[in-house]
């Protein structure tokens, strides 16, 4: 099983990346907290991600996470009935990684039912399965890294990303609108948290 790799990078997008190492291409999914410190990054960098393997009998997918707190975080949420690896990752890019857990936590079921698809069924029995291990996982997981990324402004890759990640278009466009108006030099990934922030909260 692949756990970790580091390589070139050689295409980037807010669900993937493509990361050449030792020759060899690999697509790698990945969540919007690690495709934000990816931007940073210019073609051909040097990029090393912690990697969660997917096997199934007809396809084997890579996810990768910028920091293992990201990956053990997404393993334990794929752990949980009902929570694919999809799922999972669209998570953690509608919360960053310590709200995420501070909404298991404290059983925030309103705040965890706002992230596309999960819905308030789902976000009840992510409380039920995993809210009395948020201590231990806290502790278990490593200290966050900090750090802003400044994109040039692209605002139909900001609906088109908030689309993919489960979003209506109408909403999506109408959302990344008002943001622009309130913030009219706000770069991608300004743009991208802030819309995601103001959809969350709708």
Known sequence: MIGYLQGNLLRSHPERLL?????????VHIPLSTYYEIERRALGDKVALFIHTQVRED????????TEREKLL???????????????????????????????ANGDVGRLATIPGVGKKT?????????????ELAAE???????????????????SALVNLGYKS?????????????????????????????????
């Open 19 to 27: 990361l050449d190492v030792q020759g060899v291409g690999y697509e």
């Open 59 to 66: 396809d084997i997918s890579l996810f990768g996470f910028w």
């Open 74 to 104: 997404f393993e334990k949420l794929i752990a949980v009935s009902g929570i694919g690896a999809r799922l999972a990752r669209v998570a953690l890019s509608g919360l960053p990684p310590d709200e995420l857990l501070a909404a298991l």
């Open 123 to 135: 976000a009840e029995r992510m409380v039920l399965e995993l809210k009395d291990k948020m201590r």
């Open 141 to 159: 997981l490593p200290t966050a890294s900090s750090g802003t990324a400044a994109p040039a402004p692209a605002d139909q890759d900001v609906v």
């Open 170 to 202: 109408n909403l999506a466009e109408r959302a990344v609108a008002e943001v622009r108006r309130e913030k009219p030099d706000a770069a991608f990934n300004d743009l991208l948290r802030a819309s995601l922030n103001r959809l969350s909260r709708a």
